[in-house]
C-alpha cells in the first residue's frame, strides 16, 4: 500500500507537471512502486502455490500482467493522436487510486515476517551501481559525449562486482547471489535477460518503424501491436498450465518454434511491408516471448529452495531492468546506424536501413534463447505432471482470516457415532436423512495455529493421521495442515525418490538434507498450512457433504458450527457408517 501511494503520487505529478524535470520524478515515483510491488507479487504466489501448481499460478499472473501491455499501446495511441499524452498519466492516476483503496479493503499479509537488518554499504553500491549502468545504457544513443556513457557503464559494472563479492562473504547478505550457481536458475535467468531485451527494445522499435518508415500514426501502430500483446497475454496463461501437466521441455520447445519464426518475420521486413506482414511478425513475436517467459521462470525457480524464492525474485527483477535498458540501447543504437549501410541513400532509405540491422539484431536475441531451449533445458527424472490433491488438503473455499491465536492444543481422536435406529423401509434414501453430525468425528485431532511443524509432524507420526485442521483460540479454523503439505516442503521435483536396486527411498540429491529438514520443523505451522479451507456444517445433509467431497476430490473436511469447530467428516467415517447401516439393514 506505501508503494501504490508512491505510484498514485507520481502519476499524478506526471499528469500535472509543467516542465520535463518534474514529469521525470513522476516517472521516477511510478518506477520505485514497480520496483518493489512486482518481485512481492512473484514471491508471494510462489510461496502460495505448492511446486506442481505453480506454472497455473504463474500463467495467471502471467495473463493480468500481459494486459497492461495489450491494451496500453492501444489505448495510448488513442489518447495521444485525440486528447493529448497527459490523460495517460490522469487515467493511470485514477486506476491507481481505485487500486489503493481496493488493497486497504481486501488486502491480508501472508504468512509471518521475520525482520532483518539492512546493509547499508550493500544498498548503497546496487543503487549507485545500477545507476550507473541503467543511466549509461539507456542515454547512449541521445548524449552528446559517448565517452561518458561508456565510464559510468564500467564504473557500474565495477561497483556491482563488488556488491556481489560483499553478498558473498556476508553471513546474511542483501540478495542471495549464491542461487545463480544453481545450473537450472542460471539457464533459465540466462534465457529470460534475452526474451527481456527483445520484449521491451521491440516496444520501442516497432513504433519509430511504423511511424518512421511508413508512414501512419500513432493509433495505427497501437492497434497494429494490439493482436501480439493480447495473444502473448492469452498463451501466457495457457503455457503455465501446460508446464504443470507436461513438464517443461515439452511446452518450451513449441515456444522456441514461435520465436524462430518471429525472427524471420522480422528481418524480411522492408520499407514497403504490408500492415497485415507487419502485424504478424509482431503477434507472433508476442506469442513466443509469452508463452516461453512463464514456462523458464517456474522451472528455474523450482529449482530453488523457498528460502531463497525471494532472492530469485530480487535477482531477475534486476536483470530484467537491465535487460530491458540494454536491449533498447541496442537495439535504438544499431538502428541509427543506417548510414554506414546506404551512405549514399535519403534520410527515409538510411533509417529503413538502420531498423533493418536493428531487426537482424532482435532476431539474433530470440534466436539465442530459443538454442538454450533446444540444447539446455531438460525435464527431471520425475516430470511435473498433473496435480492432484493430496490426502486431508481443503484447497478450495473462502479466505479465513488468520488472526487470535491461541495455545498449543492436541487432542485424541474419538470413534466416529453411527446413527442409530434405521429401519429397512428407510434405508433407500439414507445419505440424505442424516446429517453431518450423526456420522462426523465428535473428538477429532485440531492443533493450534501458534504450534511449529516440530508439534505437528510428531503428532501426525504418533496418530497416524494424513490432515489436521488448524484453529485459532477460539476453535476458529483457519487452516488444514496435510501429510501432502509436508511432502511437497521436504520435496524437490529433481529428486530420486525411491532406489529400485537398494530399496532405500531418498529425500534429497543434494547436501541440504539436514538444513531444509531443521528449517522445517523451526517453520510455524501456518507457513506450510492451506488456508483456503473447505468447511461443512454439522447440520448439513450428509448427501450433500458426500458429494463434495467426492467432486473436489477430498479425503477430510473440518466440520464446524456457529464458527466453531466440531470434528472432522473423512471417506473412512462415511464408509463405517454405511457398513453399521447395512447391518441394521440385515438384522
Known amino acids: 500500500m506505501g508503494g501504490f501511494v508512491i505510484f498514485t503520487a507520481g502519476s499524478l505529478l506526471a499528469a500535472l507537471a509543467p516542465s520535463f524535470p518534474l514529469l521525470l520524478a513522476g516517472r521516477v515515483l511510478q518506477a520505485a512502486c514497480t520496483g518493489a510491488v512486482m518481485p512481492m507479487v512473484f514471491t508471494v504466489i510462489l510461496l502460495i502455490f505448492p511446486r506442481e501448481k505453480r506454472g497455473s499460478a504463474m500463467g495467471i499472473i502471467s495473463l493480468v500482467i500481459g494486459f497492461a501491455p495489450a491494451v496500453g499501446p492501444s489505448v495510448s495511441g488513442l489518447l495521444v493522436d485525440s486528447v493529448g499524452w497527459r490523460a495517460l498519466f490522469f487515467v493511470v492516476t485514477t486506476l491507481s487510486f481505485a487500486v489503493l483503496i481496493a488493497s486497504a479493503a481486501m488486502l491480508r499479509n501472508y504468512g509471518e515476517f521475520r525482520r532483518t537488518k539492512l546493509d547499508l554499504p550493500s544498498a548503497l553500491m546496487s543503487a549507485l551501481g545500477l545507476v550507473c549502468l541503467l543511466y549509461g545504457l539507456s542515454s547512449l544513443t541521445s548524449t552528446v559525449n559517448v565517452l561518458v556513457n561508456i565510464a559510468l557503464i564500467a564504473g557500474g559494472i565495477l561497483i556491482l562486482g563488488l556488491y556481489v563479492r560483499r553478498q558473498l562473504k556476508l553471513p546474511e547478505p542483501m540478495l542471495n547471489v549464491r542461487i545463480l550457481g544453481t545450473r537450472k536458475y542460471a539457464i533459465a535467468v540466462s534465457a529470460i535477460v534475452f526474451l527481456q531485451a527483445v520484449l521491451i527494445g521491440s516496444g520501442v522499435i516497432m513504433p519509430l518503424y511504423v511511424q518512421g518508415v511508413l508512414g501512419h500514426s500513432a493509433t495505427v501502430t497501437g492497434f ?78 523450482n529449482s530453488l529452495d523457498n528460502s531463497n524464492i525471494q532472492h ?180 524437490r521435483n529433481d529428486i530420486t525418490v525411491f532406489s529400485g536396486a537398494s530399496g532405500v527411498v531418498r529425500l534429497f540429491d543434494d547436501g541440504e538434507a539436514i538444513e531444509r529438514l531443521v528449517d522445517l520443523f523451526e517453520l510455524n505451522v501456518m507457513d506450510i498450512a492451506t488456508k483456503n479451507v473447505i468447511c461443512v456444517q454439522a447440520s448439513d445433509a450428509l448427501d450433500e457433504a458426500t458429494h463434495m467431497l467426492a467432486q473436489r476430490r477430498i479425503k477430510k473436511v473440518p466440520v464446524t458450527s456457529g464458527g466453531k469447530l466440531v470434528g472432522t467428516l473423512s471417506r473412512r467415517n462415511i464408509m463405517h457408517t454405511l457398513a453399521n447401516a447395512l447391518e441394521q439393514v440385515s438384522a
Open 224 to 301: 497494429l501491436m494490439l493482436p501480439g500483446a493480447v495473444a502473448g497475454a492469452l498463451v501466457g496463461f495457457a503455457s503455465g498450465r501446460l508446464f504443470d501437466r507436461f513438464g517443461a521441455r515439452k511446452t518450451l520447445l513449441p515456444g522456441a518454434l514461435l520465436m524462430v519464426l518471429a525472427g524471420i518475420c522480422l528481418i524480411v521486413l522492408s520499407d514497403s511491408s504490408p500492415l497485415a506482414l507487419v502485424c504478424l511478425a509482431y503477434t507472433l513475436l508476442g506469442v513466443g516471448l509469452q508463452y516461453s517467459t512463464t514456462p523458464l521462470n517456474t522451472w528455474g525457480v
Open 312 to 491: 530469485a525474485q530480487g535477482v531477475t527483477n534486476t536483470l530484467n531492468q537491465v535487460a530491458g535498458s540494454f536491449g533498447t540501447a541496442a537495439f535504438t543504437l544499431i538502428s541509427a546506424l543506417g548510414f554506414l549501410a546506404m551512405p549514399a541513400g535519403s534520410a527515409l532509405e538510411q533509417s529503413a536501413a538502420g531498423l533493418h540491422l536493428s531487426f537482424i539484431s532482435i532476431s539474433v536475441f530470440l534466436f539465442i534463447p530459443a538454442l538454450i531451449i533446444v540444447f539446455l533445458v531438460r525435464d527431471s527424472k520425475a516430470a511435473p505432471a498433473a496435480a492432484h490433491q493430496p490426502a486431508g488438503a481443503c484447497e478450495v473455499g473462502a479466505l479465513i482470516p488468520q488472526s487470535g491465536f491461541g495455545s498449543e492444543c492436541f487432542v485424541h481422536v474419538g470413534s466416529a457415532a453411527a446413527p442409530q435406529g434405521i429401519a429397512a423401509h428407510e434405508s433407500t434414501d439414507l445419505a440424505s436423512q442424516w446429517k453431518v453430525a450423526e456420522v462426523m468425528n465428535r473428538d477429532p485431532h485440531y492443533i493450534s495455529a501458534k504450534a511449529s511443524m516440530r508439534d505437528v509432524v510428531s503428532l501426525m507420526a504418533r496418530t497416524d493421521a494424513s490432515g489436521i485442521p488448524v484453529v485459532d483460540d477460539e476453535l476458529h479454523v483457519v487452516g488444514f495442515i496435510s501429510d501432502g503439505d509436508v511432502a511437497k516442503y521436504i520435496g
